[in-house]
């Protein structure tokens, strides 16, 4: 059974560099054919999604985000992490971990539970 879990802080001020890590149990993150993603949810809104990184190490980012985040790896610990730069009370949201399933019904199969994530002063 894959088990994925957040971790990071649960208030970052504004301008601020937000780090969340995304620690994976039950399976590799460098087994094919699956990606790592990241996706928030604003209160009041839809899920979002932010970006992922590929079983190969390949990065992807949503284009509207792309030039603040940050998706990186550490394969010994099994572990992915997010980096959200220069945020604001609009990056206000919770974030969720999950795996995407590249497979013949691609899926996100596993989330995490999700973490809140507070910007403000």
């Known amino acids: 059974q894959v088990q994925l879990q957040e971790s990071g802080p649960g208030l970052v001020k504004p301008s601020q560099t937000l780090s969340l890590t995304c620690t994976v149990s039950?399976?590799?993150?460098?087994?094919?054919?699956?990606?790592w993603s990241w996706i928030r949810q604003p209160p009041g809104k839809g899920l979002e999604w932010m970006g992922a990184?590929?079983?190969?190490?390949?990065?992807y980012y949503s284009a509207s985000l792309k030039s603040r985040t940050s998706i990186s790896r550490n394969t010994s610990k099994n572990q992915f992490t997010l980096q959200l730069s220069s945020v604001t009370p609009e990056d206000t949201a919770v974030y969720y971990c999950?795996?995407?399933?590249?497979?013949?019904?691609?899926?996100?199969?596993?989330w995490g539970q999700g973490t809140q994530v507070t910007v403000s002063s």
């Open positions: 999950a795996r995407f399933n590249y497979g013949l019904a691609p899926e996100y199969d596993y």
């Open positions: 039950g399976g590799s993150i460098t087994t094919n054919y699956y990606y």
């Open positions: 990184i590929a079983y190969s190490g390949s990065t």
